[in-house]
């Protein structure tokens, strides 16, 4: 019976399919419940790149207690960093409008805006998975963002295709739009963030240490902790 029954073990293939199809649903539901405040969308954001990036480094996470550290641990400086990228993107809509209404030459300057719109979203979709992964202040994590973008140009492609694709899909029959709108509450924001993961993971992975001597470290400090415990 147990051996017919095995494939539901937590260790066999289709356990461990199922443990991720969970915990990428769990991700994305504590993720939309972020975005009803609007003012925790970054720290949200930030909270759903840090589990989907752990679930691709470890396989297996405790998606609650990942989402809720990587939320809290960035949550200043994600705040302010969505709202930095809001007031650009405000900005540079505004200033679009106007040289819309211009004739030329000046009209031409909206070249240069539609750059300044290709740079501002590309520092958008690295800045929250490189908060989530490296330590540092908010300029840190906009120069690591440059720094990855421009060192990995299909990687890059990749994500933005990953980004445009599946919102161009949603608005292609707007009589799916209720069930388009299903599929992102239920894991449509994660599965998107899972494959950006999987792509940013194998340049994050090079400045990160092994995952051996990161379990090591863990089990070292954790067995430290217990004596300490004991002695106190």
Not at 38 to 43: E, R, V
Not at 44 to 71: D, H, T
Not at 188 to 199: H, K, M, Q
Not at 214 to 230: A, D, G, P, T
Request: aromatic share 10%.
């Amino acid at each position: 019976m147990r051996g017919a029954l095995g494939f539901l073990d937590n260790d066999s293939r289709f356990g461990r399919i199922c443990t991720a199809v969970g915990t990428i649903i769990v991700a994305n539901l504590l993720f939309v419940v972020t975005l009803l405040p609007l003012i925790t969308a970054g720290a949200g954001l930030c909270g759903l790149y840090y589990s989907m990036l752990k679930l691709v480094r470890y396989q297996e996470i405790n998606p609650l207690a990942e989402f809720w550290s990587g939320f809290r641990d960035n949550f200043k400086k994600a705040t302010l960093t969505m709202l930095c990228l809001v007031a650009g993107a405000v900005f540079l809509a505004i200033d679009l409008r106007i040289c819309a209404l211009m004739t030329e030459p000046l009209c031409y300057c909206s070249v240069v805006l539609y750059g300044a719109v290709i740079i501002l979203a590309v520092l958008a979709m690295y800045a929250f998975p490189v908060m989530a992964t490296f330590e540092g202040s908010m300029r840190d994590t906009f120069k690591l963002s440059v720094y990855f973008a421009v060192g990995n140009v299909p990687g890059t492609l990749a994500i933005v295709l990953l980004h445009v694709v599946p919102l161009v899909l949603t608005y292609l029959d707007i009589a799916l739009l209720p069930l388009a709108a299903f599929l992102w509450c239920l894991c449509g924001f994660a599965v998107i963030t899972l494959c950006n993961a999987r792509i940013l993971m194998r340049r994050f992975a090079c400045y990160l240490e092994p995952v051996e001597q990161e379990s090591q470290e863990k089990e070292h400090k954790r067995v430290l902790e217990e004596m300490k415990m004991l002695e106190g």
